[in-house]
């Protein structure tokens, strides 16, 4: 998908750059989709296409702060 969204890119002459957003539970040294991070930035490298990974944004934020509320663990403000 990365690389058929820079065929795209070069066909249509648009800018294209991937953020990568953690999943906000877990976060930390114990983060469980490192790996699923660092195969995007390779697949992104091979494409030519830049990558913002937002993980290490969230270095040292409890997870709960981020959250609309307990049961409802979608981002709120600070998480976007």
């Known amino acids: 998908a990365i690389a058929e969204l820079a065929n795209l890119r070069d066909k249509h002459q648009f800018k294209l750059v991937i953020a990568v ?5 877990q976060l930390g040294k114990n983060y ?3 790996r699923e991070h660092e195969e995007v930035r390779k697949l ?22 981020l959250w609309v509320t307990p049961e409802d663990t979608h981002a709120n403000s600070k998480g976007n």
């Open 21 to 25: 957003i953690p999943e906000l539970h």
């Open 44 to 65: 992104a490298e091979e494409a030519n296409v830049p990558v913002w990974d937002l993980l290490p944004s969230f270095d040292g934020v409890e997870e709960s702060t």
């Open 32 to 34: 469980p989709f490192r």
